[in-house]
């Protein structure tokens, strides 16, 4: 199988060929599969189901070990799909303290940053739309 990104795929049943798609993506693809579900508040409020994550959301851990948490996030790693939540660390062998990286598909989010006047005006947006849609039908 060739190795480079191809922009013609559209999507397959196989799980290898839906990990390379998102192995080999390009950052800025990757950075939309980093989206992450809406609490049920938040999907009334904006008419979206997920959005991509950013720095600064408040997060709930729906799955794993740190099960029912919430937290900030500190960072977002897009190039490895990960990201770090204040306060989710666990103990090292040495008695220091790391932080957990988590892959955004066990997130829910609480509440959105709403420092960036662009982001919140891209998701009613689309909200918008979908209004426009409904009321043509």
């Known amino acids: 199988m060739k190795k480079e990104f191809s922009t013609h795929w559209k999507a397959s049943k196989q799980p290898r060929k839906q990990r390379k798609y998102s192995a080999n993506a390009p950052l800025h693809i990757k950075r939309k599969l980093l989206s992450v579900n809406l609490s049920k508040e938040l999907r009334k409020k904006y008419g979206k ?4 994550i950013r720095k600064g959301d408040n997060v709930k851990i729906m799955k794993g070990k740190f ?3 919430q937290g900030k996030i500190i960072e ?5 799909s990960k990201v770090i939540i204040e306060g989710v660390q666990v103990k090292k062998q040495d008695g220091s303290k790391a932080n957990v990286k988590m ?3 066990n997130l ?3 509440d959105l940053n709403t420092e960036d006047k662009k982001r919140i005006k891209e998701i ?3 909200k918008k739309k979908k209004e426009d849609k409904e009321d043509k039908k």
């Open 103 to 105: 892959h955004p598909s």
């Open 49 to 52: 189901r997920n959005v991509p």
């Open 76 to 80: 977002v790693d897009v190039k490895n």
């Open 67 to 69: 099960k029912k948490k």
């Open 124 to 126: 009613s947006k689309e």
């Open 108 to 110: 829910q989010i609480i």
